[in-house]
């Protein structure tokens, strides 16, 4: 009997000695570690230091409808001022209808002459209300497009 708790505390000894070597063999490692995690500090320190990267931010294309070779100038400057504003607009924080008209208000004028120029080529007497509506049409739809796909431009 006696023999036998020698041997059960000789065990434990063991146990106990390998363990106190295995947490000095840790300790011992443990400065190349702080090092490590130093290194790991001073550079998510870093890394909080730079500006946050915009998620998702996609340039859209700066052209929607492609346009005929033979189109005219007033027809590209109508286009191009359309679909410039309604992604510059589609940042704003109304709704995109409202957006889509102030789009029209802002291309008033290059959308009235490209109405009458139209007009004048088929002879007859310029009807803005159809055109109009067209145009916002479109606007609605590129500032929906842009705001889906978090356009940055």
């Not at 023999?3 to 390998?18: D, E, I, L, P, S």
């Not at 106190?20 to 890394?47: D, F, R, T, W």
Request: glycine letters at 4%.
């Amino acid at each position: 009997m006696r023999k036998t708790h020698q041997n059960r505390t000789f065990a434990g000894f063991c146990v106990n000695a390998a363990l106190v070597m295995s947490l000095a063999a840790c300790k011992a490692q443990q400065p190349g570690n702080e090092a490590k995690q130093s290194g790991n500090e001073s550079q998510s320190a870093a890394i909080e230091k730079q500006p946050a990267a915009r998620v998702a931010a996609v340039k859209c294309p700066n052209s929607y409808a492609p346009l005929p070779a033979d189109a005219t100038d007033l027809t590209r400057n109508v286009y191009a001022c359309v679909e410039r504003s309604a992604l510059l607009f589609a940042r704003g924080p109304d709704t995109a209808d409202t957006l889509s008209k102030a789009v029209i208000v802002k291309c008033r004028d290059p959308i009235s002459r490209y109405v009458d120029q139209e007009a004048k080529k088929s002879g007859t007497r310029p009807q803005y209300k159809e055109p109009l509506q067209s145009w916002q049409d479109h606007a609605l739809l590129i500032i929906a497009e842009a705001r889906a796909r978090r356009c940055s431009n």
